[in-house]
């Protein structure tokens, strides 16, 4: 894993350089691999070492959202289930902590919540703005991540109600304007 996110600093700067080229954009699928390398590399390290792929993790979410330009760079489900999977080991506090070492490594997310939950709906609203889909993987990961507060874990169950009755309204919807379309 540090194989991967080694290299994926070097794309990265290669990016940075100012070339007359075209600059190659990562794809999402290579994004969502360097996330993935983090959550192992999380996996196979210390608590107080995990900050640091966190933080790793949470700048690569960032670029992906800032990218505006490529549409096959956009996170997707996937890439917002890999941070919350590192969320839902409470590694928050040493994050803030780490000292970047690389561009890769600095968050405007860590310098802004103190608290995991703020974190994790910080993210959950990003999907809901992208238009990205919770699945149940969301749900487990962000459950985890707010388990020492249950009021968040309301929260999150009242979220995913409405989001299922909104759901439901708009299949209706969808199924009255069909029927009036064939009129």
Known sequence: SDVVLSLFDQMASLRAQDLEET???????????????????????????RGIHLATAMSILEKMEDETTNKNSAPDVDSYNSVLVMLSQRILSYAKKTKPKSTHQSSRRLSEF??????????????????????????????????????????????????????????????????AAAL
């Open 114 to 179: 103190d608290v995991n939950s703020e974190l994790v709906f910080d993210i959950l609203d990003e999907m809901k703005k992208r238009r990205i889909k919770w699945d149940a993987v969301t749900y487990s990961n962000a459950i985890s991540a707010c388990f020492s507060q249950p009021q968040e874990i309301i929260r999150l169950f009242q979220m995913s109600v409405e989001l299922e009755r909104k759901a439901e309204i708009l299949k209706v919807a969808n199924s009255a304007l069909g029927a």
């Open 23 to 49: 600059v190659i954009t990562p794809y999402t699928w290579v994004y969502n691999k360097a996330l993935s390398a983090c959550v192992e590399s999380c996996h196979l390290t210390s608590r107080s070492g």
